[in-house]
């Protein structure tokens, strides 16, 4: 084999290998900067909601939409401890 043969196949395996690199560095980095925006599995505040309603970033009709599901969600009672159906705990 011509040697410029080889050099090239190397060449464009080498740019291969780092393309490769690259698109899974910017995609690790762009799920890991998602994590930052994932819900943490806590709801929202009431502080939270009117500081985004005092920026801008929600309207007034999003907010009472979402204050009233924030208290409604507060307003339900939970279920008894020892029944995931929340009756009362079976006895044998």
């Known amino acids: 084999m011509d040697f410029r043969v080889v050099w090239l196949v190397?060449?464009?395996?080498?740019?291969?290998?780092?393309a490769a690199i690259l698109l899974y560095t910017a995609r690790a980095a762009k799920l890991w900067?998602?994590?930052?925006?994932?819900p943490s599995g806590?709801?929202?505040?009431?502080?939270?909601?009117?500081?985004?309603?005092r920026r801008g970033e929600i309207t007034p009709?999003?907010?009472e939409a979402?204050?009233?599901?924030?208290?409604?969600?507060?307003?339900?009672?939970?279920?008894?401890a020892g029944s995931a159906t929340g009756g009362e705990?079976?006895?044998q």
């Open 33 to 38: 900067a998602r994590k930052g925006d994932a």
């Open 42 to 53: 806590e709801p929202f505040s009431l502080h939270d909601l009117r500081e985004l309603q």
């Open 66 to 80: 979402m204050r009233g599901q924030l208290l409604a969600a507060h307003r339900r009672p939970s279920p008894p």
């Open 61 to 63: 009709a999003e907010f």
């Open 10 to 18: 190397c060449a464009a395996v080498a740019i291969g290998v780092a």
């Open 89 to 91: 705990p079976e006895s």
